[in-house]
């Protein structure tokens, strides 16, 4: 009797070992997010890094969480199945992506909770814009930048020249460089991105980004009635006419930065991320800036800014672990997360985060403050086919091929082969 006594004693023991060992290894668990991000560990190791340091910190404030940063996400097929299975929790995506999983009813809508939070007060319009489809919030864009036009100070001081604010002024001061024997604009068109980045600065005041959105992989009878078209190409038309220099036919990105730092051209349309490149390579003495306002192509523009972006940050609709995920990107988007980007030299989405650290870097962020909804360029804003098709008229109208009149027809037939 005893024996059998002992022997259930130590069953029950057994039990209750295993059932608190179970107890505290359930306790145990960690919720696992799994970030995917398009960025390259080689390429863009800088960023990366940073990302790395705030999961870092945020991990030690929160030991139930575990994140898991995966780069190099640009798999398009893959993306679209790991969102839509939820595989993941957290995805950095292309513009195109967020307008066509949100329409798709596969991304969470976030905009109540950037409400809450007000974190659609505290962020840039143009970062917000690019997570924005049919007046909801899918995501916010980690790396906002204006387009902007840089000058040579000292050569528009000799020769007596004020920042233009209207396409007049403009062609008013490309002629008197042109007399004095000085290349007025340039752009690297080998690289036929800059073509249509300086496009889409135009479109942003005649068309904006909601009526492109609109449009997104709709037929060619879709897009014939996308409003302002015609005028961009009108613009753009003039510009190459009056304003830009015939040699940017022949030359690189790279080139048309060389020339403007070396006193070959007095102005350079880009984006703000060239003020980097120019800062690295530019002689001690040389002297730059951005136009103050922003250059109006238009009586009445739309937007007055163009804006670009790095990824835009959104999150499933089936990730399994949604709260978790609210909760890091609030910490993502606070000051004490985002301080690290602004450090490492990059511009914060976030507002507060940001330092004026000198005239340029204050133009620039009063730009940034001045984009809206309407920003988002025009060239993320179409499908890719479009936009390869795009960048080839916009090289054959510099070439002289193609004229303004014709041009958006020719980008429709040809994108859809009719």
């Known amino acids: 009797m005893k024996r059998l006594i002992s022997f259930f004693i130590s069953v029950l023991l057994i039990f209750m070992f295993s059932g608190c060992g179970l107890m ?10 799994k970030f995917a991000t398009f960025y390259s560990q080689k390429s863009e190791e800088k960023i990366v890094e940073v990302y790395k340091k705030i999961i870092e910190e945020y991990k030690k404030k929160n030991d139930k969480v575990e994140i898991e940063l ?35 009813g596969m991304l969470t809508d976030l905009t109540q ?25 899918y995501g916010f864009n980690d790396m906002p930048l204006t387009m902007e036009f840089f000058y040579n100070v000292d050569l528009f001081k000799k020769y007596n020249l004020q920042e233009p604010k ?4 403009l062609f008013d001061v490309c002629k008197k460089l042109k007399s004095k024997g000085i290349v007025p604009m340039e752009v690297g068109a080998l690289d036929n991105w800059t073509l249509s980045i300086l496009f889409s600065q135009i479109n942003a005041q005649t068309t904006g980004s909601i009526e492109v959105t609109a449009k997104y992989n709709t037929d060619k009878n879709g897009y014939q009635t996308l409003m302002g078209i015609d005028k961009s190409f009108d613009v753009y038309e003039k510009l190459i006419k009056n304003a830009l220099a015939k040699g940017s036919l022949d030359i690189n990105y790279r080139q048309s930065v060389d020339d403007f730092i070396k006193g070959k051209t007095a102005i350079l349309p880009a984006g703000a991320w060239a003020q980097k490149l120019i800062d690295e390579i530019k002689p001690a003495n040389f002297n730059y800036s951005v136009f103050t306002e922003p250059l109006k192509f238009i009586d009445e523009p739309i937007s007055m800014f163009a804006a670009a972006g790095g990824q835009t940050i959104a999150v499933p609709q089936k990730s399994k672990n949604a709260k978790e995920v609210q909760a890091f990107l609030e910490y993502l988007l606070s000051e004490e997360a985002q301080k690290k980007f ?17 005239e340029i870097q204050d133009k620039l962020l009063n730009h940034l403050n001045s984009t809206d909804k309407n920003s988002i360029l025009f060239i993320d804003n179409i499908p890719s086919k479009m936009l390869d098709v795009l960048s ?18 020719k980008v429709l037939k040809m994108t859809y082969q009719q």
């Open 24 to 33: 505290n290894k359930k306790q145990e668990e960690k919720t696992k997010i």
């Open 70 to 104: 995966v780069t190099e996400y640009a798999d398009e097929n893959k993306i679209k199945n790991d969102v839509a299975s939820g595989e993941v929790d957290l995805i950095g995506l292309k513009r195109g992506q967020i307008i066509e999983f949100a329409k798709a």
């Open 113 to 137: 909770f950037f409400s809450e939070k007000e974190l659609d007060k505290k962020i840039y319009d143009a970062s917000l814009g690019y997570g924005l489809y049919n007046d909801k919030i």
């Open 166 to 169: 209207t396409l007049n002024e």
């Open 342 to 358: 602004v450090e490492a030299g990059y511009i914060s989405p976030l507002k507060s985060a940001n330092s004026n650290d000198n």
């Open 392 to 409: 080839k008229i916009l090289y054959d109208m510099f070439e002289g091929r193609v004229k303004a009149n014709e041009a958006w027809d």
